[in-house]
């Protein structure tokens, strides 16, 4: 059997060697990493068509590594881990496209991303705590470099910020694993999953370590919780966000804050759905919070990327929403569990439909900066549709996908995720719907402040897309479309991920 | 075959987004095509399916694993508003057709926003989906907002933002309500037929009708949530207007019958305690819309900017139209829902009279400024044609405003008599401002310029695309008025295929 996996991890690994040598050619450097995520990119299309609609893990990889601590080479991908691959490998291009212009060490750069893919790609498909460890971290490192070494002023505070509460959720994830590793002896997902399905799991840890498993739950959702993020544990994101080079702004949101809601869907909600469902209605509070305060910090943020920033908050903040409204104890209703498996096929579709929004609106903000000459203040265009018609035109899809209008992705995902949520957790779902209206007015205000109204002299000559841009963009907003229009395209799959993993988890 | 509108205004928005922005009378003349061929099927469609009550459109699986299906329907009501709509597009693309003239004017994206609000009016007329229903619904909100921002102009950017921002506000009050009554039902059906069919416990209902009524009302311009529609007329390019005055705040109105009270029509009854002699939401709703009725004509009678006086005649008007669906009989939701055809007619040609007859060629719509133009006789056509306008506007038997008002007025006078008097009072206030408008803008014996020895200023003469939007819109109005069985007999049956619960009449 070829290892599939493997190989899809290994091409972007390798490809940054290669870019390292590159050295100071910014075309060579681009070029291999262009080459490299294609490949990728077919790839994981050739894996999301081949996994099958049964919803069960495929293309299988075992290999004993370090048997006496219970860690096993095991990878593998449901539809769940496949649709993110395939974002992956989608946003990643798009950033590397988006990457015209490196200041310096353009080699180093590419190498960077590359590496940061090739995290994003054995995170998603590894099934054993110590590697998924492995890679969650190492997607951490380039991504610290990159916003260290190519970020805008202030990029050092952002950059160690970044770090430092990133890290602190994952030592935290780390110390609850090594404990469920005492009381268990494995840090395989599967085993532990079945374990927690049947209780094993939680009087192990009762007879080895004591009464400590809400902490334990507590800690690893502290890991993901920063990550995604979970407010009040978001502060560290804006800044990162504005000060990392906008190309890699894209990977951040567009890939790597999906890491942290994987993680809840792989790893917190099998292993510790019961004990989350004990502390559901502060985390439901939480992400209401998450969706409606992120909505409005973006509303009155001045900086076209924090607003974007803050968006993003809100936009995670509805998947963040779904899953807390899922963990409900004792619910053996058909209704409700029609409703829960609503509000996932709502959060894996959503998760795929943000990264790919929001990688085209951070996009557009690099032509925008390109064009500017590094301005990206709201008050600091006006009118731009006259000049640049095409750019407004192409960039307004992607902002009303993220606004959520029907006939575009961003409305299918959003819309399960509320019919889902509702009948669990009304309160939460209406006070929520308000953040949808926020958000709403933030997009309408994007549009006005930036393309209508008077246009300022200095922007007279403002440059429109070159066909190069319109032929990079266009996959991506047809994509939001069709998305959009057929979403049975994606949700087949998904709903048969989502109904295999409520069946296998406790809740 | 009715479901070929939404397609074609849809495909011809796409292609038209497509043209080189220098094809501007190309532009305007392929919208105009896209319109009469929607005009045509709508027609026909009205037509062939006769006084035929639901006739089925489409039914696709779409979202299978939620129960979302594509289901287009029609009965009478969304066929007489389909029709409603046709006239609407094809007027309002011949009233713009100044629109492609200049190289700046942008005429390929203006038809092309304007013909997805239409396919975005069609398809939610056409929906019995509610998850559709809803789809086209926001679709239609996007539309109407560049058409004002870009194409706008008294203070275009807060209308348009203000606009927007009280529709998505309406629309999230309509989401929650039909999420509500999705998961009360057993989540398996968007169905609205079905849906109906459940009976929803009473004490739910009296929380989801109010929701969903006002979110859907918000649009349709009920007091006191109304202050979005005269600036939003205001600001609005003439075709703009016309669209949200004729067929956008029908969406508002057709939803709250549609969903709200199909849906929820226990939540009309009676709470059981009154308080200031009100007692359910369905008084409520019938006094606020009263208000609306004798609130908007009042503001229009001390109105100075012309669009301000037709932007709240149409919050009056549509007020008759939520009373008329509150007196849940048969002869006020007759009258409710020809009102809705009628003010559509009507507002149409009212906002072409002024936005685009006049106020192109004289550039002020300030009545002061307007009274010593001398436009009766400078500008014949247009003053004639507000005459007559402004007749039907104000109810003159003979055309299509009477005969919907009149039943509106029975309904209310058997369901709330009270009501029935204010809302007479209103009517009255409104042959007052359109007397008065009429007055000062066309025929002002105040310091008469002639007088002065100035001669008669010279104008554009009309163009043949206003004389025949003029001719549709006025022609349409006269011959509903002359016979109005041509749309009673579609409307009627439909209503009396309401839900039984909802028609128990002259409830007290």
Redesign the interface.
């Known amino acids: 059997m070829t290892p599939i996996l493997t190989t899809l991890t290994a091409i972007p690994a390798l490809a940054a060697v290669l870019a390292l040598f590159a050295g100071n050619r910014t075309s060579v450097a681009r070029t291999i990493a262009f080459v490299a995520t294609l490949l990728s990119l077919a790839l994981s299309v050739w894996i999301w068509f081949a996994i099958g609609a049964d919803g069960s893990m495929k293309f299988v990889e075992r290999a004993d590594w370090v048997p006496s601590l219970g860690i096993e080479y095991h990878l593998g991908v449901d539809g769940l881990g496949a649709l993110m691959l395939l974002l992956a490998a989608i946003v990643s291009l798009m950033a590397i496209a988006a990457s015209r212009k490196v200041a310096t060490q353009p080699g180093l750069y590419f190498a960077l991303i590359l590496l940061l893919e090739s995290g994003l790609f054995g995170t998603f498909t590894a099934l054993n705590f110590f590697h998924w460890f492995l890679f969650w971290e190492l997607s951490l490192i380039p991504a610290f470099f990159l916003i260290k070494l190519w970020g805008a002023e202030g990029r050092g505070r952002a950059a160690t910020q970044f770090f430092v509460y990133t890290m602190v959720g994952s030592v935290a994830l780390l110390l609850a694993f090594l404990a469920l590793f005492l009381a268990t002896g494995s840090m395989d997902f599967e085993v532990l999953t079945r374990m927690a399905a049947t209780g094993e799991l939680a009087s192990a840890i009762q007879a080895h370590l004591g009464p400590i498993t809400l902490w334990l739950a507590l800690a690893v959702l502290l890991g993901f919780a920063v990550k995604v993020p979970l407010m009040p544990f978001h502060t560290w994101l804006p800044a990162t966000y504005s000060k990392a080079p906008t190309p890699v702004t894209m990977l951040l949101t567009g890939a790597m804050s999906k890491m942290g809601v994987y993680g809840l869907l792989r790893l917190a909600l099998p292993i510790f759905g019961h004990e989350l469902a004990q502390v559901r209605t502060p985390l439901l509070a939480l992400a209401t919070l998450t969706v409606v305060a992120g909505a409005w910090a973006a509303a009155v943020q001045k900086d076209l990327k924090r607003v974007f920033a803050y968006s993003s908050i809100n936009h995670l903040g509805y998947c963040l929403l779904a899953i807390f409204a899922v963990v409900l104890p004792s619910s053996s209703s058909a209704t409700s569990q029609l409703s829960q498996a609503a509000a996932l096929d709502g959060v894996v579709l959503q998760m795929f439909n943000h990264g790919l929004t929001a990688a085209a609106i951070f996009w557009f903000l690099t032509l925008l900066e390109e064009r500017s000459g590094g301005l990206l203040g709201i008050d600091d265009f006006g009118g731009l549709r006259k000049p640049a018609p095409v750019f407004c035109g192409l960039m307004g899809i992607a902002l009303f996908s993220s606004l959520g209008l029907p006939g575009l992705n961003g409305f299918v995902s959003e819309f399960l995720i509320f019919r889902g949520v509702f009948p669990l957790s009304w309160v939460s779902a209406a006070v929520s719907v308000l953040g949808l209206l926020i958000t709403a007015a933030v997009i309408l205000t994007v549009i006005q402040r930036v393309f209508t109204g008077p246009l300022p002299e200095q922007w007279k000559s403002f440059p429109d897309m070159t066909a190069g841009e319109r032929v990079a963009l266009a996959p991506a907003l047809v994509l939001m479309a069709v998305l959009g229009l057929a979403p049975q395209l994606a949700l087949g799959t998904i709903n048969a991920t989502v109904m295999h993993l409520l069946a296998g988890w406790r809740l | 075959m009715l479901a070929l509108t939404i397609y074609l205004s849809f495909a011809g928005a796409l292609l038209l987004?497509l043209f080189p922005?220098a094809w501007g009378r190309a532009s305007r003349v392929f919208a105009l095509a896209v319109a009469l061929s929607g005009l045509a099927v709508a027609v026909a469609g009205f037509i062939e399916a006769g006084t035929q009550g639901t006739v089925s459109v489409a039914d696709v699986a779409?979202?299978?694993?939620?129960g979302i299906h594509y289901t287009l329907a029609a009965d009478g009501i969304s066929r007489v508003l389909v029709l409603l709509t046709g006239l609407a597009a094809v007027a309002g693309i011949l009233f713009s057709w100044n629109i492609g003239d200049k190289d700046g004017d942008?005429a390929n994206?203006f038809f092309a926003f304007f013909l997805a609000l239409i396919g975005g009016v069609y398809g939610v007329f056409l929906s019995v989906d509610l998850?559709l229903l809803?789809?086209?619904y926001?679709?239609a909100i996007?539309p109407k907002?560049f058409l004002i921002?870009?194409w706008g102009s008294t203070r275009r950017?807060y209308g348009?933002?203000k606009l927007?921002?009280y529709s998505?506000?309406g629309s999230?009050m309509v989401?929650?309500g039909l999420?509500?009554a999705?998961?009360a039902a057993?989540?398996h059906t968007m169905n609205l037929h079905e849906l109906a069919q459940y009976n929803f416990p009473i004490s739910f209902q009296m929380w989801a009708f109010p929701l969903v009524f006002t979110g859907f009302a918000i649009l349709a311009g009920m007091w006191p949530f109304h202050t979005w529609a005269p600036t939003g007329h205001v600001a609005a390019p003439t075709a703009a207007s016309m669209l949200l005055a004729g067929v956008v705040m029908k969406l508002g109105a057709y939803g709250c019958l549609r969903v709200a009270m199909t849906l929820f029509p226990h939540g009309l009854d009676p709470w059981g305690f009154s308080f200031l002699g009100i007692g359910s939401w369905r008084t409520v709703f019938a006094l606020f819309a009263a208000i609306g009725i004798v609130y908007g004509a009042a503001v229009a009678l001390v109105q100075n900017d012309f669009k301000f006086v037709i932007g709240y005649s149409s919050v009056s008007h549509m007020g008759l139209v939520l009373l008329g669906l509150l007196t849940l009989t048969q002869i006020g939701l007759d009258g409710a829902v020809l009102q809705m055809f009628s003010h559509g007619i009507l507002a149409g040609l009212l906002f072409a009279t002024v936005g685009r007859i006049v106020y192109e060629r004289t550039h002020t719509r300030d009545l002061g400024a307007l009274s010593k133009l001398q436009l009766g006789k400078a500008m014949p056509f247009a003053a004639w044609l507000f005459v007559i306008a402004g007749m039907a506007s104000m109810g003159l038997p003979g055309f299509s405003g009477f005969v919907a008002e009149v039943q509106v007025l029975i309904g209310a006078w058997q369901a709330f008599p009270w009501f029935a008097v204010v809302a007479g009072i209103g009517i009255v206030v409104g042959v007052a401002y359109t007397w008065r408008a009429m007055q000062r803008a066309f025929f002002s014996d105040a310091p008469m310029a002639a007088a002065d020895g100035v001669p008669v200023p010279e104008y554009e003469p009309v163009t043949w695309a206003e004389k025949a939007g003029v001719l549709l819109l006025a022609a349409t109005s006269l011959l509903i008025g002359l016979y109005p069985r041509l749309l009673l007999d579609v409307i009627s049956p439909a209503v009396q295929a309401l839900p039984h619960a909802l028609l128990t009449g002259g409830r007290p």
């Not at chain 2, 779409?62 to 939620?66: L, V």
């Open positions: 987004a922005r779409w979202i299978p694993a939620m942008r994206e998850f809803f789809v086209f926001e679709i996007v907002y921002a870009i950017e348009a933002m927007a921002l998505f506000a999230a989401l929650i999420l509500a999705y998961a057993g989540s």
